[in-house]
């Protein structure tokens, strides 16, 4: 079975819908998932080490974890903390003169794939293209471990595939 049921479009989980404007924590499968809570960086670090992912906090106190070919960025945003951002950042760059095909290949990447949205950042001060990708989720109603859990490794794991991808299939890095 796919890691991720909904890959392959069959899940034998059946789907419970609610009411418009009612959360989970609101209902009897509160008690089935856990309980719903406020995302902080407290709780981030604790699913980020359920997984076994290694990761330092930056000044800002996000946190950032290192892989061998990109670093993946885990933060709280918006006026609230409440957007969780998971923002990945290849170490290689991209130099200006191949600017276009840069783009052609993230509009591909866009275009052909789900979760990460990628993106050509802003010239780096030796004039290097970088290129990011990331997923923006706003959680100000809260979540439960395992959708926070489930959010953290799939975006651990499309970022690896992205990188991965820029590398090979790609062609760009």
């Known amino acids: 079975m796919p890691r991720w049921p909904w890959r392959a479009g069959q899940t034998d989980t059946p789907v419970t819908r609610l009411p418009l404007g009612e959360s989970i924590a609101s209902t009897d499968l509160a008690d089935e998932v856990g309980q719903v ?10 699913m980020l080490e359920r997984l076994d992912i290694r990761y330092l906090t930056d000044g800002d106190g996000s946190l950032l974890a290192l892989w061998e070919r990109h670093a993946v960025l885990f933060a709280l945003e918006g006026p609230s903390d409440e957007i969780l951002v998971m923002r990945v950042r290849p170490h290689a760059t991209v ?7 840069a783009y052609r290949v993230v509009n591909e990447w866009n275009h052909t794939r789900r979760f990460y949205k990628a993106y050509i950042g802003d010239p780096t001060d030796r004039g290097q293209l970088p290129i990011y990708a990331e997923i923006q989720v706003p959680l100000l109603a809260g979540a439960h471990d395992a959708l926070l859990l489930e959010l953290l490794d799939c975006a651990a794991a499309v970022a690896m595939g992205f990188v991965d991808w820029l590398h090979d299939e790609g062609g760009l890095l």
């Open 37 to 46: 809570g406020c995302v902080s960086l407290a709780r981030l670090n604790e």
């Open 95 to 101: 130099p200006p003169d191949w600017a276009d095909r």
